[in-house]
């Protein structure tokens, strides 16, 4: 009897503007491998075509971290020189979303993830969380990033909560947005202790998750955040 086929997941490059380059952790690769899934660093390009033929090749979608997600996409004008976007990541992921969601095809974000899940479906964001929410709560720590900085709640019945089975878990943080106004297709699945949307996922698709924390840099003595790895991965082979 052969093996069953791995999970092909394809995960949205990060992009380094200095060096003019795609690049990507490794943490995001090596979380979906450990997983039991087969991770592939998508291209940047925003033609409708291509993205048809990628999504034909993969059984899930990674949105990974990165530049702040523009604010044109949820109808404000920047708040300052603070907000760093990059016109061709939001370009592909609004096309990239937008298909795998119409194919019903699994998707995890983190991070920007989470930001730009919730900004193309008519939420909004504080452009800069330290600014517009200023709080106690360690959003934006220094390394080692695979440490601990805050609680957040889990939201009882919510797909997360009978995941990990817990009402409170903590968690690593480093974020520069955050969602504010939660998009209405949008359910929350945690909060942080000063009040954040921490998680969320989309109701009546096969598995839509979104998270603000970083399991990629905590997989590895986390076992909360090998769970939600493990979980998407699973979900892409339910076909």
């Known amino acids: 009897m052969k093996d069953k086929k791995k999970s092909i997941i394809g995960v949205s490059p990060l992009f380094d503007d200095e060096k003019d380059s795609l690049w990507m952790l490794p943490g995001y690769m090596d979380g979906i491998t450990q997983a039991g899934g087969i991770p592939i660093m998508l291209p940047l390009t925003s033609d409708k075509e291509t993205i048809r033929q990628l999504l034909d090749t993969v059984d899930g979608i990674l949105l990974t971290g990165g530049q702040d997600v523009s604010p044109e996409i949820y109808g404000e004008e920047k708040l300052d020189s603070s907000v760093a976007c990059y016109e061709a990541r939001d370009s592909m992921e609004k096309e990239l979303l937008g298909q795998a969601l119409e194919k019903d095809?699994?998707?995890?974000?983190?991070?920007?993830?989470?930001?730009?899940?919730?900004?193309?479906?008519?939420?909004?964001?504080?452009?800069?969380l330290g600014k517009q929410h200023p709080s106690e709560t360690?959003?934006?720590?220094?390394?080692?990033?695979?440490?601990?900085?805050?609680?957040?709640?889990?939201i009882e019945e919510s797909g997360l909560h009978k995941l990990i089975q817990s009402d409170r878990i903590s968690v690593n943080s480093y974020h520069h947005q955050a969602v504010k106004e939660v998009a209405d297709s949008l359910k929350v699945m945690a909060v942080s202790e000063d009040g954040l949307t921490e998680a969320v996922e989309l109701p009546g698709k096969r598995f839509v998750w979104a998270l603000q924390?970083?399991?990629?840099?905590?997989?590895?003595?986390?076992?909360?955040?090998?769970?939600?790895?493990?979980?998407?991965v699973s979900r892409c082979s339910d076909c």
């Open 213 to 232: 924390w970083h399991p990629e840099f905590s997989y590895k003595k986390d076992d909360n955040s090998r769970l939600i790895f493990k979980e998407f």
């Open 138 to 154: 360690e959003h934006h720590q220094k390394p080692p990033y695979d440490v601990p900085v805050h609680e957040v709640n889990i």
């Open 105 to 128: 095809i699994p998707i995890l974000g983190i991070c920007r993830g989470i930001q730009f899940l919730n900004a193309y479906l008519g939420g909004s964001l504080y452009q800069d």
